[in-house]
């Protein structure tokens, strides 16, 4: 059997399920195919928020699943709306990339060095705001496109520095563009940032004889860990209801003994910040449940403490 994965086709959403399909091969001896599919967000130039939020690139991607044309879809977990779409489920999450942001700037600049009135290119309102609280005398620019085409703004003299994923540079092979790592304990990335979400048919996960094969594939890229911790930011997106291209950010962690959730949320011209904490212990029973919990409870303080009325956030 082979197991045919749907992806977008920039060549980060190939580099991204090339490695999982690499993955599940070589973990369980499974062929697999690559299925490009073309998507609105990948032909559209208009800005995300405009569009809708990066969900954009995700509806085509499901419709084709749904189609049965392919077995299982690779998406960028960051991208993926919180919202349950009838007829399919997360089937695994494999280990996470790098979640931090990365600044791509000229003359090896960090954001402190960058002068003032710098030209600084991302296309997230969440990167904007963040990047404005910390350097209000800089300006920054709406961009689209793919990783290769933004690092371009920077080379051609364009902009002085753009602000990308880390996960997207390292996946692509372009991290000797980075000049500066942004830490998840002040800047944290977008809710399961560096994440990839492997999507199916729920029906696939029943007990079909056919599906044996796709299901022993999920299991065996899954990452316990990694899936609790995107769970709870995402969990903090959901209650917020706001959408993917939201200024707020969110990182969480499995330390020893608990599960540890950073969120933040951001005034869009970067005037204002709040960021709280919460942590649980690790329970015994289903622990995406209590990632799921930990997600919404910091929500709840989140709310409570003005986050409405800091940011838009539907």
Same mark, same amino acid.
């Given at each position: 059997?082979?197991?045919?994965?749907?992806?977008?086709?920039?060549? !980060?959403?190939?580099?991204?399920?090339?490695?999982?399909?690499? !993955?599940? %091969?070589?973990?369980?001896?499974?062929?697999?195919?690559?299925?490009?599919?073309?998507? =609105? +967000?990948?032909?559209?130039?208009?800005?995300?928020?405009?569009?809708?939020?990066?969900?954009?690139?995700?509806? #085509?991607?499901?419709?084709?699943?749904? $189609?049965?044309?392919?077995?299982?879809?690779? =998406?960028?977990?960051?991208?993926?709306?919180?919202?349950?779409?009838?007829?399919?489920?997360?089937?695994?999450? &494999?280990? $996470?990339?790098?979640?931090?942001?990365?600044?791509?700037?000229?003359?090896?600049?960090?954001?402190? %060095?960058?002068?003032?009135?710098?030209?600084? +290119?991302?296309?997230? &309102? $969440?990167?904007?705001?963040?990047?404005?609280?910390?350097?209000?005398?800089?300006?920054?620019?709406?961009?689209?496109?793919?990783?290769?085409?933004?690092?371009?703004?920077?080379?051609?003299? @364009?902009?002085?520095?753009?602000?990308?994923?880390?996960?997207?540079?390292?996946?692509?092979?372009?991290?000797?563009?980075? %000049?500066?790592?942004?830490?998840?304990?002040?800047?944290?990335?977008? &809710?399961?940032?560096?994440?990839?979400?492997? @999507?199916?048919?729920?029906?696939?996960?029943?007990?079909?004889?056919?599906?044996?094969?796709?299901? #022993?594939?999920?299991?065996?890229? @899954?990452? %316990?860990?990694?899936?609790?911790?995107?769970?709870a930011e995402r969990a903090v997106l959901a209650r917020l209801e706001a959408g993917c291209?939201?200024?707020?950010?969110? =990182?969480?962690?499995?330390?020893?003994?608990?599960?540890?959730?950073?969120?933040?949320?951001?005034?869009?011209?970067?005037?204002?910040?709040?960021?709280?904490?919460?942590?649980?212990?690790?329970?015994?029973?289903?622990? =995406?449940?209590?990632?799921? #919990?930990?997600?919404?409870?910091?929500?709840?303080?989140?709310?409570?403490?003005?986050?409405?009325?800091?940011?838009?956030?539907?």
């Amino acid at each position: 059997m082979t197991l045919l994965i749907g992806t977008r086709g920039s060549a !980060l959403a190939l580099a991204q399920a090339g490695d999982i399909a690499n !993955l599940i %091969t070589r973990v369980t001896g499974t062929a697999t195919r690559l299925v490009p599919v073309t998507t =609105h +967000g990948d032909i559209s130039r208009e800005s995300l928020a405009s569009l809708g939020g990066t969900g954009v690139f995700a509806s #085509a991607l499901r419709e084709f699943m749904l $189609r049965g044309e392919c077995d299982l879809v690779v =998406h960028s977990l960051k991208d993926l709306p919180t919202a349950a779409y009838p007829g399919l489920s997360i089937g695994a999450i &494999p280990a $996470r990339a790098d979640a931090r942001d990365a600044l791509c700037a000229r003359d090896g600049l960090t954001l402190d %060095t960058l002068p003032a009135g710098a030209r600084v +290119g991302t296309g997230s &309102p $969440r990167r904007a705001a963040q990047v404005r609280e910390r350097r209000p005398d800089i300006e920054v620019l709406d961009i689209r496109g793919n990783v290769d085409t933004r690092l371009g703004f920077v080379s051609s003299g @364009e902009m002085d520095a753009v602000v990308l994923a880390a996960a997207g540079l390292g996946r692509l092979g372009r991290t000797a563009a980075i %000049t500066e790592y942004f830490e998840l304990d002040v800047w944290p990335g977008a &809710p399961a940032q560096g994440a990839l979400g492997i @999507e199916v048919r729920t029906e696939s996960l029943g007990g079909d004889p056919a599906s044996a094969s796709l299901r #022993a594939a999920l299991a065996a890229i @899954e990452d %316990t860990g990694a899936h609790a911790a995107a769970v709870a930011e995402r969990a903090v997106l959901a209650r917020l209801e706001a959408g993917c291209a939201a200024p707020i950010g969110a =990182h969480a962690e499995v330390r020893e003994s608990s599960l540890f959730l950073r969120a933040a949320v951001y005034a869009p011209d970067g005037s204002e910040r709040l960021i709280l904490d919460r942590e649980s212990a690790l329970p015994v029973a289903d622990l =995406h449940v209590a990632a799921f #919990a930990l997600g919404r409870a910091l929500a709840e303080d989140l709310l409570a403490a003005g986050a409405d009325r800091i940011a838009p956030l539907n």
